[in-house]
């Protein structure tokens, strides 16, 4: 944990819930759910939560902030195939300054498979300069640090 974190109480277990199903086009030719097609579920989790927090990211765009991944770290546990259903949890972990750390579980619906756990690590950069702030925009910051 580092010192500066900011993390709402009770905030690192509340786990978003964003369900999923396997069309043909996350598949490869075996029906096996192509590794890239994970990211892209991640990502739709991590952007429904933030809706669900009050933060669109139209919103973003229009302060000027963008939040790039700069770290992804992901382990595959069990493939998932065509016509499966799935459950991405996302949760915030950890606020550090501008850096925003999110975990991430994808597992059946029921929870009796695990398929991916994950962590991905976003920076606040103005879109503009195209440089890391040096802080978030009180919008994001007021969103991410409540309980």
């Avoid at 590794?35 to 990211?57: D, I, K």
């Avoid at 302060?63 to 382990?75: A, E, I, S, T």
């Avoid at 498979?113 to 503009?128: I, K, N, P, W």
């Amino acid at each position: 944990m580092f010192p500066n974190a900011l993390i709402s109480p009770g905030r690192g277990e509340d786990w978003f819930e964003y369900p999923v199903r396997v069309h043909p086009h996350h598949t490869d030719y075996a029906g096996v759910v192509w590794h890239g097609a994970y990211l892209t579920w991640l990502e739709e989790a991590r952007v429904e939560f933030l809706r669900s927090l009050g933060l669109e990211f139209a919103k973003l765009v229009a302060l000027g902030c963008d939040l790039p991944v700069v770290d992804l770290n992901l382990r595959y546990h069990r493939s998932l195939r065509l016509g499966q259903s799935a459950v991405v949890k996302t949760r915030l972990a950890e606020l550090l300054g501008v850096r925003i750390n999110w975990d991430y579980q994808i597992q059946a619906p029921q929870g009796e498979a695990l398929y991916v756990t994950g962590r991905v690590v976003l920076v606040a950069v103005d879109r503009e300069k195209g440089r890391i702030l040096r802080r978030l925009p009180a919008p994001i910051h007021s969103a991410l640090a409540r309980p």
